[in-house]
């Protein structure tokens, strides 16, 4: 008999683990049965160990709907090639603030849910961040290549909660061994730009480092942090680069071994440009009325290429719906492409991809010292709201990265 209440007690307590209200029953139950269960060995997890501390938003806009919260659930792995890692530093891109206001809301929400079973809004409160330096916490089943205690870095894609908190959930697929060489701060000063430029070059513009010696590569946009990046990736392959940027900006970009540096502000660029040889490939990341005219300054029907980051995708997209705006999305890069392959060159888009693997490629470059982090400015845990201003007045000099181990706020 007293077995059988053993078993009994056993089945009551896993259900009340796993529903609360089902304990109010229960105890009911036992009290008419003349035995009470020992209270004493009922519990859950502190909260402490369930939530931690992070910069959220609850609703799309402008700077003041960033959010600091301690109540922010812990991620947790539901996939055995996952990790949790506890972040230490998280950098910030123009893609944050402008994920902040709405941008790519509705492609995005495609992605986190295909079949359509959650409602609208049900991204929320949404972790913002891409970049991330910090240990490894905990391990999914299938991640041999990782442990606890491992320092690494990443670039978490955007329709995954991000980096401004002190723990993050990335596929152990899309996670890196850190450089030794670099501090968390700077390491997380990379990723994201790295890896967006490492699609744009190497995987969509076919540029490596077998075959860049000597080329002329334009860069648009060369201060900012893909910009600088790229620079230093060219030059470690080789090439001869042509860096378009402010004055204020040519004494960094020449820093980073530019061969040419054009100001933007001194005149018209594309006369300044003219005046130079012709290019091999053109990467830009500023778009508008460049397109118009930089193609033009390609190297005619000798496998020239022009790459622009700035697409209208996720525009499109968020203004036409998922079926309307693809197919929109389609038919302009391939006239795009058709008209400037009927000229002699290739015209393509590039887009952010994580990868673990290329990370390890970019973490020996840095390692070797070929390429270095410039980060603009570092901003405590507590002043992300400042973080984000900055990022959104524009002209940057690099990276603007957030101390996420310094996360003492009055916010």
């Not at 931690?52 to 922010?72: A, C, E, H, Q």
């Not at 390692?367 to 845990?381: E, N, W, Y």
Request: charged share 20%; hydrophobic share 40%.
């Amino acid at each position: 008999m007293l077995l059988k209440v053993h078993r009994f007690s056993r089945k009551v307590f896993r259900s009340l683990m796993c529903c609360p209200s089902l304990g109010v029953i229960c105890l009911g139950i036992g009290k008419s049965l003349s035995w009470q269960l020992p209270c004493r060995n009922f519990h859950i997890s502190c909260q402490r160990c369930t939530v931690m501390p992070s910069w959220v938003i609850d609703r799309y806009g402008k700077n003041d709907v960033l959010r600091f919260t301690t109540n922010m659930m812990l991620p947790v792995i539901n996939f055995p090639n996952e990790v949790v890692i506890k972040v230490h530093a998280a950098g910030l891109n123009p893609i944050d603030v402008n994920m902040r206001s709405g941008y790519g809301a509705a492609a995005l929400r495609m992605t986190r849910d295909p079949l359509h079973i959650k409602s609208t809004g049900s991204e929320f409160p949404l972790i913002l961040g891409r970049d991330v330096s910090g240990v490894v916490m905990e391990c999914g089943l299938n991640v041999s290549y990782f442990k606890p205690g491992d320092e690494v870095w990443a670039a978490v894609p955007p329709w995954k909660q991000g980096t401004l908190s002190e723990f993050v959930l990335a596929s152990g697929n899309e996670i890196s061994r850190k450089p030794q060489c670099l501090s968390h701060t700077q390491a997380a000063s990379l990723p994201y730009v790295g890896l967006t430029t490492w699609s744009a070059m190497r995987q969509v513009g076919g540029l490596n480092q077998d075959n860049c010696s000597n080329k002329r590569v334009l860069i648009f946009g060369a201060s900012g942090g893909v910009g600088t990046f790229a620079i230093q990736l060219m030059k470690a392959w080789g090439a001869h680069v042509t860096a378009v940027c402010s004055q204020d900006a040519s004494e960094l970009v020449k820093r980073l071994r530019a061969d040419d540096v054009v100001d933007y502000k001194s005149g018209r660029v594309e006369e300044q440009l003219k005046k130079l040889p012709l290019f091999d490939f053109i990467l830009d990341n500023i778009g508008g009325s460049t397109e118009k005219w930089a193609p033009e300054l390609l190297k005619k029907w000798s496998g020239a290429t022009y790459v622009s980051l700035v697409t209208p995708f996720l525009v499109n997209v968020d203004r036409l719906g998922v079926a309307d705006g693809m197919l929109q999305t389609g038919v302009t890069i391939g006239a795009k492409a058709v008209k400037h392959l009927c000229k002699g060159i290739h015209y393509r888009w590039a887009f952010f991809a994580p990868s673990g693997v290329y990370l390890d490629e970019i973490a020996d470059l840095v390692d070797a010292g070929k390429i270095q982090p410039v980060i603009d400015d570092v901003f405590s845990f507590s002043d992300v709201p400042k973080a984000f201003q900055k990022v959104e007045e524009g002209h940057a000099r690099g990276k603007t990265v957030v101390n996420v181990t310094n996360k003492q706020t009055n916010k």
